[in-house]
T-cell receptor
Framework: DAGVIQSPRHEVTEMGQEVTLRCKPI?????LFWYRQTMMRGLELLIY????????DSGMPEDRFSAKMPNASFSTLKIQPSEPRDSAVYFC?????????????FGPGTRLTVL | GESVGLHLPTLSVQEGDNSIINCAYS??????FIWYKQESGKGPQFIID?????DKRQGQRVTVLLNKTVKHLSLQIAATQPGDSAVYFC???????????FGIGTKLQVIP
């Protein structure tokens, strides 16, 4: 089984540029999560979707961040414009809701560096 | 200025010994807890979970203990191996769908 797939694995961009991170969840999973991990703040939940609908985006830092899930097999996290403080590793995770099936499976992450 | 990051607690264990990693959680209403392992350069990987109606659950070489009275969770690793070296996170589900909150993590160093 393929796990959660994220692309790109590494992204280096300049301040002010738009960045789009991509995620393909595990087939059959109906919940998708975007996390950000930094040395300063650890692992933070940014937003999560259930059945393609955003449920909680309270972790999104500001309006520069947006996330979409147009279908069950694809999600994007966009930062526009990017800033150096956005540098972090961004993880996507998916899970299948239901009793006994709450485990989140994480992708390998995208390491973002904003210069 | 000097950058300041999270100071991860570190546990150093001799290979072959048992490891115990502790976690205090915050919400007495949390009903589900998970332990994750994160190796360098990788995403967190599920190890074991436990629901609030249980106080102990065992897996392969790992045991999770839950003490709801003092809001404490522990992960025990038997016969620790070099491959167990990683950062270990506890996470609690705080209500509503599958939203979970992660702790800051504990770094486990296995000494060969």
């Amino acid at each position: 089984d393929a796990g959660v797939i994220q692309s790109p694995r590494h992204e280096v961009t300049e301040m002010g540029q738009e960045v789009t991170l991509r995620c393909k969840p595990i087939s059959g999973h109906n919940s998708l999560f975007w996390y950000r991990q930094t040395m300063m703040r650890g692992l933070e939940l940014l937003i999560y979707f259930n059945n393609n609908v955003p449920i909680d985006d309270s972790g999104m830092p500001e309006d520069r961040f947006s996330a979409k899930m147009p279908n069950a097999s694809f999600s994007t996290l966009k930062i526009q414009p990017s800033e150096p403080r956005d540098s972090a590793v961004y993880f996507c995770a998916s899970s299948r809701s239901g009793e006994g099936s709450d485990t989140q499976y994480f992708g390998p992450g995208t390491r973002l560096t904003v210069l | 200025g000097e950058s300041v990051g999270l100071h991860l607690p570190t546990l150093s264990v001799q290979e072959g010994d048992n490891s115990i990693i502790n976690c205090a959680y915050s919400n007495s209403a949390s009903d589900y807890f998970i332990w994750y392992k994160q190796e360098s350069g990788k995403g967190p990987q599920f190890i074991i979970d436990i629901r609030s109606n249980m106080d102990k659950r065992q897996g392969q070489r790992v045991t999770v203990l839950l003490n709801k009275t003092v809001k404490h969770l522990s992960l025990q690793i038997a016969a620790t191996q070099p491959g167990d070296s990683a950062v270990y996170f506890c996470a609690e589900r705080t209500g509503g769908y599958q939203k979970v909150t992660f702790g800051i993590g504990t770094k486990l160093q296995v000494i060969p």
